[in-house]
């Protein structure tokens, strides 16, 4: 290790293998995990039936002075508080992916149309063809994000020539056009559907993990165990490609190649989310902002970080949606969605100057 900057180090790995973290990014990450543990708890912690807090982390420990409390904590809260940080964790990758990818901090898995694509799928197999296994499910919103994104490189990225860079504003406008076009079809599918299946995928669409249970856990893990990983291995390629199509060239990077695998991840980790968790907007916009703020430019830190913040936030809209007014809940997405809307037009105002 051999310090290169005052504000970032080089971390040579075995094979020759180097990568760059600003001197923030350990204490950053640091303070994400204790303030992400601090708020599982209290999620575990806090419903109609309150379990004090020494008694979760008992029952968490397998101490048999929390065993009475077992059941509510192993099997009701603790899948759901896990699920929101997976949830929150997938759909800021995806978003730093993204952002990097396009050159443009306006870009977003919702934004770009990707999550309206993969909820399109979704709904089409929950209610026009209800016959069709849910373990399908995945794999739908999978072809469905990948579509919508395949079609956002034809209308915006081959124009361009340089994956949207030069034109923010490009991407994001015909993102939501497709989004208009994929949120059409879901209110046909839904307004002619039967009714027990459109009450099922309302449901679903508000963008809760109300009910979580260890299956869904189960399904959402190991796309994230995989995924994570490659976003991470790939942060050298999307440092890259930040500074322009000509640098990355000039640096010996396929394009087409690095664009193709980096799409595809960032598409099957928004869409993994929409099969467990509906749409849950925002997520992937807010968390890099925020990451970068806290531990620069390069993605070595960004993608951790934007990993950690979101699934934080994702758990801390759940806590607040539940308790804010119990016994009524109010679904984690539109609880973001009360920050992430004030926060996008901000965003959009201070990039163009409207």
Not at 284 to 307: D, K, N, W
Request: hydrophobic share 55%.
């Amino acid at each position: 290790m051999s310090a290169q900057s005052s504000s970032w180090k080089v971390y040579r790995l075995p094979g020759g293998v180097s990568l760059r973290f600003d001197q923030r990014a350990p204490w950053v990450i640091s303070a994400l995990l204790l303030a992400t543990l601090a708020v599982l708890a209290v999620c575990v912690s806090v419903g109609e039936y309150p379990i004090p807090l020494a008694d979760v982390v008992g029952t968490l420990l397998g101490r048999a002075e929390g065993a009475r409390y077992e059941f509510v904590i192993m099997q009701l809260r603790l899948p759901r508080a896990l699920l929101a940080w997976l949830v929150g964790a997938a759909l800021a990758t995806s978003g730093g992916i993204i952002q990097g990818l396009t050159r443009n901090p306006l870009a977003s898995p919702d934004l770009t149309g990707v999550t309206a694509g993969a909820s399109a799928a979704a709904v089409t197999l929950i209610i026009l063809l209800p016959f069709v296994s849910s373990s399908a499910l995945p794999l739908a919103a999978f072809g469905g994000g990948l579509l919508v994104a395949a079609l956002l490189y034809l209308l915006a990225w081959r124009n361009t020539g340089d994956a949207g860079g030069d034109s923010p504003i490009r991407l994001i406008l015909i993102g939501i056009g497709l989004s208009a076009v994929m949120g059409a079809y879901t209110s046909y599918a839904l307004t002619f559907g039967d009714l027990w299946h459109v009450q099922k995928a309302m449901m679903w669409l508000a963008g809760s993990v109300y009910a979580a249970s260890w299956t869904d856990v189960s399904v959402v893990l190991p796309w994230i165990v995989v995924c994570l990983p490659l976003a991470a291995f790939s942060a050298r390629d999307l440092n890259a490609l930040n500074l322009g199509q000509e640098v990355a060239q000039g640096l010996g990077l396929p394009l087409t190649l690095k664009r193709g695998f980096l799409l595809l991840l960032a598409v099957a980790l928004a869409a993994i989310t929409v099969t467990v968790a509906g749409i849950i907007g925002f997520v992937g916009l807010i968390a890099p902002h925020a990451a970068r703020r806290m531990v620069g430019p390069l993605y070595e830190g960004v993608i951790p970080t934007s990993a950690l913040a979101g699934g934080f936030l994702v758990l801390l809209a759940d806590l607040i949606g539940r308790s804010l007014f119990s016994p009524i809940e109010i679904p984690a997405g539109i609880i973001i969605a009360l920050v992430g809307v004030p926060f996008f037009l901000y965003l959009l105002w201070k990039r163009e100057k409207i």
